[in-house]
């Protein structure tokens, strides 16, 4: 037995049985084939409730470039959800909004801003055939130039009031709505996490449930070792 299984299952002996049935129901609803990358996102509000809806959706990743802003969530508006998701953060480079672009490209992903754009499209217009990367700006200014210039394709979701735009977090949640939907209703389209990534977020989802998860996750290390060692 590989050990991230053997170690899930021994993490499930610490955990209820109704939250071991909700993980493996989820689980199979969960997506990397979706994801999305904020750019400079700093009021704590918005940034909870992007996460809120990523997790409602099945989003299972979503990635934060920190230029200028450090993100923040308000735990109140998070509600928890973003221990659920993985977070991934870039704010080691001088431009960190390249360095998340060009990561999420060597991972296949097509790179789509939303913004209005003269070569945009409709959401529900969106090729989401291979695996699609939202880009999504700042509250105040939308994405940055550099952000569009490294960008694939642009997309705008439908309005027919006076205002500009919606709000971040609406936005977010509108897009995901469409994106996820459609892709669950394409036949073929191997949307789903695959058994390896599956048995890695349930049991990073074990350990965030688990007391003292470190100390038994030291103990079981020490156990697969020596049994592994004496066969």
């Not at 909004?97 to 529900?124: E, F, W």
């Not at 036949?187 to 100390?215: F, G, M, R």
Request: hydrophobic residues 35%; contains cysteine.
């Amino acid at each position: 037995m590989e050990k991230q299984e053997w170690m899930l299952q021994q993490f499930y002996e610490h955990i209820s049985e109704n939250k071991k049935n909700l993980f493996e129901k989820i689980i199979l609803d969960r997506t990397k084939h979706i994801t999305i990358a904020l750019e400079n996102l700093f009021q704590p509000h918005n940034a909870a409730a992007v996460l809120r809806s990523c997790d409602c959706f099945g989003v299972q990743d979503v990635h934060i470039i920190e230029n200028d802003n450090k993100y923040a969530p308000n735990k109140e508006i998070d509600m928890g959800s973003s221990k659920w998701l993985n977070l991934h953060k870039y704010n080691e480079q001088e431009h960190n909004t390249v360095a998340a672009i060009q990561s999420l490209k060597k991972r296949g992903y097509q790179i789509i801003a939303t913004t209005p754009h003269t070569n945009d499209c409709q959401i529900d217009e969106l090729d989401i055939s291979k695996p699609t990367a939202l880009l999504f700006g700042t509250e105040a200014t939308g994405l940055t130039q550099t952000a569009l210039d490294h960008s694939d394709g642009f997309v705008r979701l439908p309005m027919y009031g006076f205002t500009e735009s919606y709000n971040i977090s609406v936005s977010v949640a509108l897009a995901l709505f469409n994106l996820t939907e459609r892709m669950r209703k394409t036949p073929d389209l191997d949307w789903q996490l695959s058994k390896e990534e599956q048995t890695a977020i349930k049991l990073q989802w074990a350990k965030k449930v688990v007391k003292k998860s470190e100390t038994v996750e030291k103990i079981l290390n020490e156990r697969f070792t020596n049994d592994s060692s004496s066969h």
